[in-house]
């Protein structure tokens, strides 16, 4: 029965029951989220919100790079829109059709005011701040929120999740490591059939995934005996950062990755051949699919 941590402390005192620990992460990872919430819920509402129906076709493609397929993805939405928008200005088609995007002088203010970047960051920081963009953006994030809601439940995990859970269980402590809710990982995982094959689930109410791999596994297992399993750059910063090992599940091929995973990359870390050469491999992979320079400014 998974232990759906709420504060630091529950982290801090968890010990070792096997000799390695494994960290998942949810969105993008166990399940194919991003891409739902992408393409169903945040492109419609942006090209909406942000008045760029003439441009749409190219706002779906800026916005797919940046959140997706792009060394963005993952990060925080009111970043991404600033990036969004600033690409898509200097996007060719758009400039071909002489459309004006907006500046986003507000929001640009917003994040970097260093105000926490959520919606109830966004609240306190419009008392004092008044461009109209900003408005616009309350009510642009509060229609994605909707969207998530009506339209993204139900997943079900990439295939070779379970199985690959099952073949870790006897030898490794696992654990959701999220910056989902809390709530929502419970339901998540529960639906999905997953939540009692990890140890911790552990969401965005008790730190970031630095964190979270620091409070529970840092120091707690012999070197190379964690593992941090996820999607994006953030990931992969926050393994490497409290001395995990990195298993990249690639964008656009995250089932590939799975079975790579059951396949041949659980049983090396389980040997202790994963780390250097085989872990170096996978991750020049993950980064050249996420590039920084668009395919349209090539
Ligand atoms: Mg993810």
Known sequence: MALIV???????????????????DSDGCVFDAMEIKHKE?????????????????????????????SKWRGL???RNIIRTMDLLRDHPGVKRCGFEVMRLDGIRGFVESGTKLSDAGLFSYMRTHFEPDLQIGVQWSSDVNAAIERIVHG???FAPVKPSFEALAPHADLACVSATRNVDLAREWTFAGILDDVELLCGQEVGNKEQILHLTAEGKYPKNHVLMMGDAPGDMEAAHATGALFFPI????????????????????????????????????FESLLPEVPPWQK
Not at 6 to 24: A, H, L, W
């Open 6 to 24: 709420t504060n630091s402390r529950e982290m801090t005192d968890f010990q070792p029951k096997k000799d390695f620990f494994v960290g998942i």
């Open 41 to 69: 819920c945040f492109i419609p509402n942006t090209v909406n919100a942000w008045r760029l129906q003439t441009v749409s076709r190219y706002a779906r493609e800026v916005h797919e790079f940046v959140n997706l397929y």
């Open 76 to 78: 925080n939405r009111w």
């Open 155 to 157: 997943m079900m995990p």
């Open 250 to 285: 690639n964008p656009g091929y995250e089932a590939d990755s799975w079975d790579r995973f059951y396949s041949e990359g659980y049983k090396k870390f389980l040997e202790g051949t994963y780390a250097c050469e085989y872990e170096a491999k996978l991750i020049r992979e």
